[in-house]
Antibody, heavy 122, light 111 residues
Framework: EVQLVESGGGLVQPGGSLRLSCAAS????????MTWVRQAPGKGLEWVST????????FYADSVKGRFTISRDNSKNMLYLQTDSLRAEDTAVYYC???????????????WGQGTLVTVSS | QSVLTQPPSVSGAPGQNVTISCTGN?????????VHWYQHLPGTAPKLLIF???NRPSGVPDRFSGSKSGTSASLAITGLQAEDEADYYC???????????FGGGTKVTVL
């Protein structure tokens, strides 16, 4: 059974940082691209970042480019999102999701975690 | 403003049929990027409903079906049930933005 469990969320002041983690199990983690998606309070889903299975390619939404860094450790089946220079508008539930589909442009997200809440406030 | 446009809400009585549209443009659906659909109950993990316009993952009831027409896609729910009350999102890839995009979401209410 595929499981994705996020952690690392919490309350942080504007300008602060958090490192989100996603523990994966139930599939060959190193074979699949992975993605972070977020949902701000009362808003819809927003794609944040995707990383290829080998970690060699990563992609970011314009809203987080230069501030967030996605990474993975295939030896530990872990996905990470380093969030720096956080703003109030980054407040959201952050979900990790497993990618599927080819080519890259046809990626979809076949399994999701329950999410971790990040609140940016003074 | 989402790149993919969905109606904010649709509703129907139990047993009725509803359809949710997802309108894109020449940078996403019109460029050949596939559309996928998700069901989301607040506080839970989103669930994949349809991939590649029309395909259902194992375990998804056949009451859910997808279609494509030009630069739009649609999700149909036939024989609406109380448990279908949720938010529904379409998703694709946008070559102009070089990233994946979601529709704004549609809240389905079962009357």
């Amino acid at each position: 059974e595929v499981q994705l469990v996020e952690s690392g969320g919490g309350l942080v002041q504007p300008g602060g940082s958090l490192r989100l983690s996603c523990a994966a199990s139930g599939f060959t983690f190193s074979s699949y691209a992975m993605t972070w998606v977020r949902q701000a309070p009362g808003k819809g889903l927003e794609w944040v970042s995707t990383i290829h299975n080998g970690g060699g390619g990563s992609f970011y939404a314009d809203s987080v480019k230069g501030r967030f860094t996605i990474s993975r450790d295939n030896s530990k089946n872990m996905l990470y999102l380093q969030t720096d220079s956080l703003r109030a508008e980054d407040t959201a539930v952050y979900y990790c999701a497993k990618n599927y589909g080819m080519p890259t442009s046809n990626y979809y997200f076949d399994y999701w975690g329950q999410g971790t809440l990040v609140t940016v406030s003074s | 403003q989402s790149v993919l446009t969905q109606p904010p809400s649709v509703s129907g009585a139990p047993g009725q049929n509803v359809t949710i549209s997802c309108t894109g443009n020449s940078s996403n659906i019109g460029a050949g990027s596939a559309v996928h659909w998700y069901q989301h109950l607040p506080g839970t993990a989103p669930k994949l409903l349809i991939f590649g316009y029309t395909n259902r993952p194992s375990g998804v009831p056949d009451r859910f079906s997808g279609s494509k027409s030009g630069t739009s896609a649609s999700l149909a729910i036939t024989g609406l049930q109380a448990e279908d009350e949720a938010d529904y999102y379409c998703q694709s890839y946008d070559s102009g933005l070089s990233g994946w995009v979601f529709g704004g979401g549609t809240k389905v209410t079962v009357l």
